[in-house]
């Protein structure tokens, strides 16, 4: 039987298997998602709720946009020089 690994929005589960891998004990993290140009719905919070369930303190969070990996014509091009600065100065922050 074939079982969703992908849901929109939603951190996939192979990542979250992995990511549960990784234990910390108050470590900062800086936790980043990339969505393809349409919306990363609770993605981030997970993401965060993941990171920290796992012993790290997010210090940061960013969603940036990039090329969708189904449908590489939504947000064909991304990311462009615009979103590569934002990244950058995300970076320095």
């Known amino acids: 039987m074939w079982e969703c690994l992908y849901i929109p929005g ?3 589960t192979q990542t979250l298997i992995s990511l549960n891998q990784i234990k910390a004990n108050k470590t900062p993290a800086i936790v ?18 993941v990171v920290e ?12 946009v990039a090329q969708h990996s189904i449908f590489p014509q939504v947000g064909q ?3 462009d020089e615009k979103d ?6 995300f970076a320095i922050q």
């Open 10 to 12: 939603r951190i996939p």
């Open 84 to 89: 590569l600065t934002k990244i950058k100065e």
């Open 32 to 49: 980043v998602c990339v969505y393809g140009n349409r919306d990363y719905d609770d993605a981030l919070l997970e993401l965060k709720e």
């Open 53 to 64: 369930s796992n012993g790290f303190t997010v210090i940061s969070a960013g969603a940036f």
């Open 77 to 79: 091009n991304r990311p």
